[in-house]
T-cell receptor, first 115, second 114 residues
Framework: GESVGLHLPTLSVQEGDNSIINCAYS??????FIWYKQESGKGPQFIID?????DKRQGQRVTVLLNKTVKHLSLQIAATQPGDSAVYFC??????????????FGSGTRLQVQP | ETGVTQTPRHLVMGMTNKKSLKCEQH?????MYWYKQSAKKPLELMFV???????ENNSVPSRFSPECPNSSHLFLHLHTLQPEDSALYLC?????????????FGSGTQLSVL
């Protein structure tokens, strides 16, 4: 699965450092947000989610922050490891022309962890 | 792994060929999706099926024809594709539970159109 990535912004960090990946979303009415991780040759995998009535949610080594005022999401990864190297996507629900909600994705950020 | 299996993993086809992509989910979900992933537009929604009924067609050209015979299987039939259709095609499934609806993805089919 190498179709994505030629023009992605890249964050390069040293192993053990903390990583912060940012995302701007487009729909102020979105009430639910998800971060996905995509490793080479695999599909996106769920990392963490947050509802719009929260500002922060913590998981294991990961924290998501939501700023609805400026429509901004961030993903913080503590003590970044080589296995964290991947492309990270934020996603949010968008209403389509049919009136139904569909999950929409940001353009992605490539995280490279240097040993 | 994720409970969503896609075949084939790789496909090369000419513009006059007809081929099909297959997706199967073992998660007991009721919704299935096709997404297209390319360098120009990462993760673009194509189709959505709920309980075997198509509920979303995101202005996809008719050379892509989806089929959902049951809640566990989803196909994408391809015919007379263009080179710009070369991309990674991802299938996903979910269990609609209201607003907190997570999608589970397969590993994708890497398609090259010559």
């Amino acid at each position: 699965g190498e179709s994505v990535g030629l023009h992605l912004p890249t964050l390069s960090v040293q192993e053990g450092d903390n990583s912060i990946i940012n995302c701007a979303y487009s729909n102020s009415a979105s009430d639910y947000f998800i971060w996905y991780k995509q490793e080479s040759g695999k599909g996106p995998q769920f990392i963490i989610d947050i509802r719009s009535n929260m500002d922060k949610r913590q998981g294991q080594r990961v924290t998501v922050l939501l700023n609805k005022t400026v429509k901004h999401l961030s993903l913080q990864i503590a003590a970044t490891q080589p296995g964290d190297s991947a492309v990270y996507f934020c996603s949010w629900y968008l209403f389509m022309d049919t009136g139904r909600r569909a999950l929409t994705f940001g353009s992605g950020t490539r995280l490279q962890v240097q040993p | 792994e994720t409970g969503v299996t896609q075949t084939p993993r790789h496909l090369v086809m000419g513009m006059t060929n007809k081929k099909s992509l297959k997706c199967e989910q073992h998660l007991g979900h009721n919704a299935m999706y096709w997404y297209k992933q390319s360098a120009k537009k990462p993760l673009e929604l194509m189709f959505v099926y709920n309980f075997k009924e198509q509920t979303e067609n995101n202005s996809v050209p008719s050379r892509f024809s989806p089929e959902c015979p049951n809640s566990s299987h989803l196909f994408l039939h391809l015919h007379t594709l263009q080179p710009e259709d070369s991309a990674l095609y991802l299938c996903a499934s979910s269990h609609p539970r209201g607003p907190n609806e997570k999608l589970f993805f397969g590993s994708g089919t890497q398609l090259s159109v010559l």
